[in-house]
């Protein structure tokens, strides 16, 4: 009588055992103990420029849609994306391959997002924390300036 129970016991808590451990199994694989999956994409500028939309792509690439708030018309001179928000990496645009922006307008800008020196490659799903850096001259006053926004994206 005491084998029977023994070994009900057993097989009671063997069957609970394999619910548990396929139950984590599918929460691993649904990638929920990863803490990337809770994540959510941001996109934030200082007061001149709004962020409409931004993409980041696994080959590094990402795509920003701005919104110029600015007081003034102004050219876009360069762009660049950086995990310290400088001006090192950038994409100028020299002579007529400035980006003319009016007050109120938006334009989809694109950059090689670095990460240690090197462009970004990474799986889709990873997840990348650094800026967006803009320069721009102000047409009223002719002064440039470097601006940068913060970036926090999942590569697709």
Do not use: R
């Amino acid at each position: 009588m005491k084998a029977q129970s023994a070994i009900e016991y057993l097989i009671t808590y063997s069957w609970a055992i394999i619910i548990i451990t396929i139950t984590l199994g599918a929460i691993y694989a649904l990638g929920l103990f990863n803490p990337n999956y809770f994540v959510s994409n941001q996109c934030i500028f200082h007061a001149d420029f709004g962020c409409l939309s931004a993409f980041l792509y696994s080959n590094g690439i990402v795509t920003v849609n701005i919104q110029q708030s600015t007081g003034s018309p102004i050219n876009i001179t360069g762009v660049g994306c950086n995990m310290i928000g400088n001006s090192t990496n950038m994409t100028n645009y020299i002579g007529p391959s400035q980006i003319y922006l009016p007050i109120g307008s938006n334009v989809t800008l694109s950059a090689p997002c670095y990460s240690n020196g090197t462009i970004f490659v990474s799986q889709p799903g990873t997840l990348y924390k650094g800026y967006f850096v803009i320069s721009y001259t102000n047409l009223q006053v002719g002064f440039n300036h470097l601006t940068s926004g913060q970036l926090i994206e999942k590569s697709t």
